[in-house]
């Protein structure tokens, strides 16, 4: 029995259209386990030397796109503020999501120059409530910068203002930054 090449390829090549026709095409979904969030405010509460709040009280408000309003915030040189950063979602906080995942987050603050920020001491571990030394008399931007996944035990996810924190892993979910000027 002589078997013609030509017919078995003309077959497979039919067989393989069938296949490929039958299969489901589903649209894939991405994987995003990153939080949603459409606003952001971060508020500056200003400190007595004893750490007493004032009721002082600074906003900077964050649109989807992460555009700030305002886009310059005038700040006091030499004083610590409270610092409370809320996410929102179609209007509602949704901080307790990130308290939820306390183990996952971590916010980071790099100020450009760095000077700009003399120390940042976190009161909740991930950053959403803390403590921001304002420094020197130099207009700077400051950067805020929220890490998701990562592992807050790596060396480089010690720092507020880790250059390195990459190397931690994980992923940004917050990315936003506006000017500061400091003054008296």
Known sequence: MKINIANIGIIAAFLALGTLASCDKKTPQPNNQNEEFDAIKVNFIKLESNGTQTTDTTTVSFNASGVATPA?????????????????????????????????????????????????????????????????????????????????????????????YQNAGGDNDLNINFNITPGQ
């Open 72 to 164: 310059n915030t005038n700040l006091t040189t030499d004083k610590k503020y409270r610092t409370l950063i809320t996410l929102y979602s179609n209007g509602a906080s949704i901080n307790h999501e990130i308290i939820e995942e306390a183990s996952e987050h971590k916010f980071f603050f790099f100020a450009n120059p760095p000077s700009g920020v003399g120390s940042y001491t976190y009161n909740d571990g991930i950053g959403l409530d803390g403590v921001m030394e304002i420094k020197g008399s130099t207009a700077f931007n400051l950067q805020i910068l929220l890490r998701h996944g990562l592992n807050k035990n790596h060396a480089d996810a010690q720092a507020y203002n880790s250059p390195n």
